[in-house]
């Protein structure tokens, strides 16, 4: 639920910085904005899968079992993962003074919170239906917005901004992993 609040403008590094961060600069994009937000982590996770699959095999060949890549790299993507949440929140409560507004439409960096943490849920690196489905299914729950979600959004700052699109991704990540497991059980 947005509501107005005393705007300012952005008066140094901090401001700028947090602006970037919560509209990855496609939170200015006409139409659609949470969609294009939730496409960033589409993008992200891709990118991740893709550099963990090069530098995988580049310790398989050092040598490593495949248990320890796995173990290491899930570990690294939950480390990246929580500092990114915890940049997320700061930038987001910090760009609503700077938007005049409690949820602002231009914030993206919760929508690709919510869609990472879709992919927490399976194995990393899924093929491409998996991913179309996680994409889908988040984006269902973030419009839908089912018990909880939408009363989330009353909450302080930063966390009101993205603690939403939070659970929104909890509840499409329980989602995707039972049609997973239905699925590879076939």
Request: net charge negative; proline share 4%.
């Amino acid at each position: 639920m947005k509501h107005e609040i005393e705007s300012r403008q952005p008066e140094n590094f901090l401001d700028y910085f947090a602006l970037s961060v919560t509209t990855l600069g496609v939170g200015y994009l006409p139409l659609a904005p949470g969609t294009y937000g939730s496409i960033a982590g589409v993008l992200i996770y891709l990118g991740l899968a893709w550099g963990e699959a090069i530098v995988g095999l580049d310790l398989l060949q050092n040598g490593w079992r495949i248990d320890q890549v796995a173990a290491w790299a899930h570990a690294v993507n939950l480390v990246i993962f929580l500092l990114f949440c915890l940049l997320g929140i700061w930038s987001a409560g910090r760009s609503t003074t700077l938007f005049g507004n409690t949820d602002p439409q231009q914030a993206v960096v919760d929508e690709v919170i919510g869609q990472l943490i879709v992919f927490l849920f399976v194995p990393f690196g899924l093929s491409w239906y998996y991913v179309l489905a996680g994409f889908l299914l988040f984006r269902l729950f973030d419009i839908w917005k089912p018990y909880p979600i939408d009363s989330l959004q009353n909450l302080p700052a930063g966390i009101g901004v993205c603690a939403d699109d939070i659970l929104a991704g909890v509840y499409a990540g329980v989602c995707l992993s039972i049609i997973y497991a239905v699925n590879i059980s076939l």
